[in-house]
């Protein structure tokens, strides 16, 4: 069974870069099956899609968060990562990685934990 | 872009049905997926393609998608049911779209 576990700073000040991880195991992400995903919930707010990629890094991504959102792929450990520059109270969320699944539509089929990402001065 | 429309909150007792809905223009031509958030969890997928039930998924749940309306169905509802459900659909223009999210209360 597939397990997504996501890593990386909890607290950033206004302007820094969000760098989160997540580290994919039961499941080869090089098998070309599946979009990974990265989705955040602010709080007290819904969930908000960020983007996703491919193995071969092919990336689609959130037109509210294009200009500031980079999604890439180590398929050597398995590995996805998510890059926000410019971040600001706005961005405070739980951040969610998580698998595509679903022939001829998109749903997420499995998720990690999440992780909290606080922006503050 | 396209919007998905949810109650904030339901309240039930226990055992007896949940009902929630997520409503959207023409959402019945679109395949509807539903998720359950706990605090400090990882969500779970409940229900997808509308009504199908993914594995380990109880009974107790189901799902249902016509006109502008699809609606998860919870019956004999626990305290473990309590939780953040969401639906979500992929829009045609390529865009992941989630409702607003409903908190189910048992009482």
């Known amino acids: 069974q597939v397990q997504l576990e996501e890593s990386g700073p909890g607290l950033l000040k206004p302007s820094q870069t969000l760098s989160l991880t997540c580290t994919v195991s039961?499941?080869?992400?090089?098998?070309?099956?599946?979009?990974w995903t990265w989705i955040r919930r602010p709080a007290g707010k819904g969930l908000e899609w960020i983007g996703r990629?491919?193995?071969?890094?092919?990336?689609n991504y959130n037109p509210s968060l294009e200009s500031r959102v980079t999604l890439s792929v180590d398929t050597s450990r398995n590995q996805f990562s998510l890059k926000l520059t410019s971040v600001s109270a706005e961005d405070t969320a739980v951040y969610y990685c998580?698998?595509?699944?679903?022939?001829?539509?998109?749903?997420?089929?499995?998720w990690g934990r999440g992780t909290l990402v606080t922006v503050s001065s | 872009s396209y919007v998905l429309t949810q109650p904030p909150s339901v309240s039930v007792a226990p055992g007896q049905t949940a009902r929630i809905t997520c409503g959207g223009n023409n959402i019945g031509r679109k395949s509807v997926h539903w998720y359950q958030l706990k605090s400090g969890q990882a969500p779970v997928m409940v229900m997808y393609y509308d009504s199908d039930r993914p594995s380990g998924i109880p009974e107790r749940f189901s799902g249902s998608n016509s006109g502008h309306t699809a609606t998860l169905t919870i019956t004999r509802v626990a305290a473990g049911d309590e939780a953040d459900y969401y639906c979500h659909v992929w829009d045609d223009n390529g865009d992941q779209v989630f409702g607003g999210g409903t908190k189910l209360t048992v009482l």
């Open positions: 990629v491919f193995s071969n890094g092919i990336t």
């Open positions: 998580a698998r595509e699944g679903c022939s001829g539509t998109t749903c997420f089929d499995s």
């Open positions: 039961g499941d080869s992400i090089n098998s070309g099956s599946y979009h």
